[in-house]
């Protein structure tokens, strides 16, 4: 029988945290900036095929899960401008599931590889540069009914790259391949 909770979530599901350390905080920054490299690294030599391969059934290939961080990272990091330039501002959500069936996130994987390098060296540099007032900035978000402080979703972010690497890792190996 397939545990299709845990090849939906094979790292565990986000928590989010309850205090936050420094310590904590730059090792999920060092996370997120290391992603676009090791994510690279996962899917260097794979075919246009095998970038067809799904991490679960029923679930997004592994090409629509690159596209996907993509927009998701980019839009974090619109959220994170946006909470530090503004009081409590309400996010726009975003329907992941339609954006990962558009006509981009069926094509080449090379541009949002590029773009989550650029954006990543961006973005890491800003939450490096981050002090403790800044860090605890707020975003809210209308879905969640809920305010996120800068910090809590530093650390959802370092999972959300951690989560979808996984599942790279998940499709790859569902067909015998491995790096």
């Excluded at 090409?63 to 961080?69: A, F, G, P, S």
Aim: hydrophobic content about 35%.
């Amino acid at each position: 029988m397939i545990d299709i909770e845990k090849l939906k979530y094979p790292i565990g599901g986000f928590s989010w945290p309850k205090q936050i350390t420094r310590s904590e905080l730059n090792q999920w920054i060092s996370e997120i900036e290391a992603f676009p490299s090791l994510l690279s690294k996962e899917v260097e030599g794979l075919s246009s095929v095998e970038l067809d391969w799904r991490y679960r059934p029923e679930g997004w290939t592994i090409r629509q899960v690159i596209h996907h961080c993509a927009d998701s990272h980019f839009n974090s990091f619109v959220r994170f401008k946006l909470a530090l330039t503004e009081d409590n501002p309400t996010i726009k959500p975003y329907e992941e599931a339609l954006w990962a069936n558009l006509p981009d996130s069926l094509g080449p994987i090379d541009t949002s590889l590029s773009i989550l390098d650029g954006l990543h060296k961006r973005w890491c540099f800003l939450l490096r540069s981050l002090d403790e007032e800044s860090l605890k900035a707020t975003y809210f978000h209308p879905e969640q009914q809920a305010s996120r402080q800068l910090d809590e979703t530093i650390a959802l972010y370092a999972w959300h790259c951690n989560h979808h690497r996984a599942h790279v890792r998940q499709a790859k190996e569902s067909q015998g391949k491995y790096n």
